[in-house]
């Protein structure tokens, strides 16, 4: 069983640019969610993806963007970056239903210049 | 609004210690309250998690306290290890752990030799 895991592992971006972070789901998970964690806080909700369609979202504005393909892989976009997106973005599969709990991958680091 | 407050922010505690990190939470929807334990570069990890039916649970030297009257739940350590040294977070959930996850802001756990 593999697990989590997340593309590319840093990137650096300047201001105004746009981004494309990659995240494959555990085997067997259909649900992708996706967070930010800034330095020295917990991660955020950004929003999450289940059978290719946005399920609930946080408070994040809409140059904050995702996909969810058929074999569950997911995409985070981010258009117009600020130096505030600065952060680790991590990834986090799980099945749809309660009795489950989300699994992470190593996030991606990505700076902002 | 930070709906899950934790504390201590850092903890140091001597090799065969007690560690104790406490979590507060503010909406009574939340019904599953996991610990995730993250090492520096890497994503979180799941540690133990609990649901409001039951008032303790344990897996090997770690244990979650919770009271729901209180709104408060915490992790216990026991004999604590300098391989523990890492960030923990809370979280809580509504509808169970596959949904958004509300983290609190993590605690610094530094265990001395």
């Known amino acids: 069983e593999t697990g989590v895991t997340q593309s590319p592992t840093h990137l650096i971006k300047t201001r105004g640019q746009q981004v494309t972070l990659r995240c494959s789901s555990q085997s067997g998970h259909n649900t992708v969610s996706w967070y930010q964690q800034a330095l020295g806080q917990g991660p955020q909700f950004i929003f999450q993806?289940?059978?290719?369609?946005?399920?609930g979202r946080g408070n994040f504005p809409p140059r904050f963007s995702g996909l969810q393909f058929p074999n569950y892989s997911s995409e985070l976009n981010v258009n117009a970056l600020e130096l505030d997106d600065s952060a680790l973005y991590l990834c986090a599969s799980s099945l749809k239903v309660s009795t489950d709990t989300q699994y992470f991958g190593p996030g991606t680091r990505l700076t902002v210049l | 609004q930070q709906q899950v407050k934790q504390s201590p922010q850092s903890l140091i505690v001597q090799k065969g210690g007690i560690s104790i990190i406490n979590c507060a939470y503010e909406n009574t929807a939340f019904d599953y309250f996991p610990w995730y334990q993250q090492f520096p570069g890497k994503g979180p990890a799941l540690l133990i998690a609990i649901r409001p039916d039951v008032s303790e649970k344990k897996e090997g030297r770690f244990t979650i306290s919770f009271n729901k009257s209180a709104k408060q739940f915490s992790l216990h350590i026991m004999d604590s290890q300098p391989g523990d040294s890492a960030t923990y977070f809370c979280?809580?959930?509504?509808?169970?752990?596959?949904?958004?996850?509300?983290f609190g802001k993590g605690t610094k756990l530094t265990v001395n030799p």
């Open positions: 979280a809580a959930s509504k509808e169970g752990g596959s949904e958004k996850l509300v």
């Open positions: 993806y289940y059978r290719e369609e946005e399920n």
